[in-house]
């Protein structure tokens, strides 16, 4: 159904192709996967199918990719679309409608279908994603994972043979993850529908797969084959995969499931153990440069774009008084929702906190509650001695540091080279401090690049640096994993570790469960905009079957969280 023919890409300005002599068959009917690691031109090769490449992204592209037998080079896009539909990883680019239900519907409109098929089409979806409550919605009000499911649902209404996904789990809950799976599965298995999916949580889609196609590293040849043999050379994978290497089991398992049926003597092995504690088990990963500078901070243009006003006049420093962050009773309403509802939470200095919940529960808003750019509507709000919402930016900034959902929110400068260095001088910190932060989480990201150019792991790890170099006392991250794979994964768990141990107070809202097992010492769980669970993560999470990682589930009643301890406890190497 999809197939690549000798193709090479190679972007403008860059030394060496992203693709190069790539040949590859995608059958009709199956779900194939597409992995490897950050930047290594995942979302090249699949723009390359739906004609994104090289007609919006320019470069040049070689050799044949054809789909349904047409040409994608020779076929725009929008000759594309009755055949093939798209969800990139940037949902807000590609909405055309205001609402949910037009933008449901604007596919179907666009290749003509008949009126009362576009109405049972757009309620079966809505029902299908779980959108119903939200059919009227203004799509600018959505949460993240609710826009992320809109786009999905708004490529499944034409019903095109072909799917084309750039990680579309990445914003959602772990069971809305698991319900779009599902439908994919269902798609596949029942109607014949091709899908060709980029992911990097793997731990969610693997056992779903029918192959995996794996880029080991840019300009590679790609591996293809079925899961569990290309899983057993993979550079990334998720956490059973790990735990069946460590354990030698053959075949390897793709789901808890499977690995639960071989886990028994590992139990047992086990059982005398007690796990250690998951933070620790790697020494801090700061660069020196970072450690060097003095503590200071104001993130000028970044702040100006977040609060629509440059904080540069007179920043004042001034000592920060009460370091433990305390939300009392908080109430916040966004339009008609009330997003938060009798909210308390304290975090202290050094403590890591992992905020959770469904899709829409409120933990974006709570972050945003935390730097002032919402209003409470009842209760306290107080960081650094200081109420949020009343308190001029540049004092602000100096309190708290928020990475976005949408990196793109941080990034202005033309290149990554003149980004860092306008975060260096608004730190006051040490020139370099910026780069080598970005260097640290994911090696290779070239100088020149203009920030628009990077992959989605790339433009994270440059907006986790650009806020990482001020070291805010309290330091706030949305979703921080999208994008990032896992060995990125690994060294933002050392720099927020280090940063911790440094005294720091961190907040991260995410979906990632295995990220909250290795990184947080308390999990809050939010839903429906109410605090539900506070407590310590193995406590927290073990019992939880949407929340608990993966090495939870498959050693249960244990509390082990990460394949890190099981190693340690065992004594043995991977
Ligand atoms: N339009 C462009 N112009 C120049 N370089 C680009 C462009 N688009 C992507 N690149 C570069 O090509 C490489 C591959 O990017 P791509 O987005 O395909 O990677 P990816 O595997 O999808 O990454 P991620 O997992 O982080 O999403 C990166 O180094 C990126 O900086
Ligand atoms: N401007 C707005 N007008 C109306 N409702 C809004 C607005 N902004 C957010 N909401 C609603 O407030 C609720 C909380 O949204 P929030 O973004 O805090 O959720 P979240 O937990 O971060 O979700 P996600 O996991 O999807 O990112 C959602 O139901 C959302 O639709």
């Known amino acids: 159904m999809i197939r690549f023919d000798d193709v090479s890409v190679q972007y403008e300005g860059t030394g060496r192709p992203t693709l190069s002599g790539v040949d590859l068959t995608v059958p009709e009917g199956e779900l194939v996967l597409l992995v490897g690691p950050s930047g290594v031109g995942k979302s090249t090769l699949l723009g390359a199918v739906s004609g994104l490449v090289p007609h919006f992204t320019g470069g040049r592209l070689t050799g044949r990719v054809t789909v349904g037998g047409r040409d994608t080079r020779t076929h725009k896009p929008r000759e594309l679309a009755d055949l093939v539909g798209t969800v990139g990883q940037d949902p807000l680019s590609h909405f055309v409608t205001d609402t949910v239900e037009d933008e449901l519907a604007y596919g179907m409109e666009s290749l003509g ?123 990334v994978h998720p956490p059973v995969v790990a735990l069946g290497r460590l354990a030698g089991w053959d075949p390897l398992p793709l789901s808890v499931r499977d690995a639960r049926r071989r886990a028994s003597g590992m139990r047992a092995s086990l059982a005398g ?20 500078a003095p503590r200071p901070a104001v993130r000028r243009g970044a702040l100006a774009r977040l609060f629509g006003r440059d904080p540069r006049e007179s920043a004042v420093p001034e000592p920060v008084t009460d370091a433990t962050t305390r939300i009392e009773r908080l109430g916040v309403r966004r339009g008609r929702v009330e997003a938060l509802r009798r909210v308390t939470l304290t975090v202290a200095p050094g403590e890591t906190v992992a905020l959770m919940g469904r899709n829409g529960a409120g933990k974006s808003t709570l972050l945003a509650a935390l730097v002032g750019m919402v209003e409470p509507a009842s209760g306290s709000v107080l960081v650094g001695g200081r109420t949020p919402h009343r308190t001029p930016p540049r004092e602000m900034v100096r309190r708290v540091g928020l990475v976005p959902q949408e990196p793109r929110d941080l990034l202005y400068a033309d290149t990554v080279a003149a980004e860092c260095a306008a975060a260096d001088a608004d730190a006051g910190a ?145």
């Open 430 to 574: 040490a020139p370099g401090s910026c780069r080598a932060l970005v260097s640290e989480l994911l090696p290779g990201v070239p100088d020149d690049t203009h920030p628009r150019d990077l992959s989605e792991g790339q433009r994270l790890a440059l907006a986790l640096a650009l806020v990482l170099t001020a070291r805010p006392p309290l330091l706030l991250l949305d979703e921080p994993t999208r994008g990032l794979d896992y060995a990125a994964k690994a060294r933002l768990v050392g720099v927020l570790r280090a940063l911790a141990a440094e005294g720091h107070a961190i907040v991260l809202a995410t979906h990632d469960v295995e990220l909250a097992a290795e990184l947080a010492h308390r999990v809050v769980i939010l839903a429906d905009g109410e605090v539900v669970a506070d407590g310590p993560t193995a406590q927290v999470v073990v019992s939880s079957p949407a929340f608990a990682p993966q090495i939870a589930k498959v050693l249960a009643p244990q509390e082990w969280l990460t394949v890190t301890q099981v190693r340690e406890a065992l004594g043995g190497v991977a």
């Open 113 to 235: 279908l008949a009126q009362d098929v576009m109405r049972r089409r757009v309620e079966e979806t809505l029902d299908l994603l779980g959108l119903a409550g939200l059919r009227d919605r203004p799509i600018a009000t959505l949460s993240g994972g609710q826009q992320q499911r809109v786009a999905i649902g708004s490529v499944l209404t034409p019903h095109p043979r072909v799917l084309v996904l750039d990680e579309p789990t990445s914003a959602l809950d772990p069971a809305a993850a698991e319900e779009v799976l599902a439908v994919l599965q269902r798609l596949v298995h029942d109607l014949g529908t091709t899908v060709l999916m980029a992911e990097h949580r793997l731990e969610r889609v693997v056992q779903y797969a029918d192959q995996v196609v794996l880029l080991p590293s840019p300009g590679a040849a790609p591996v293809m084959g079925p899961p569990a043999d290309v899983m057993a050379v993979s550079p």
């Open 273 to 292: 153990e007690r796990p250690g504690p998951v933070s620790g088990a790697d020494g801090p990963r700061l660069p020196a440069e970072v450690v060097a």
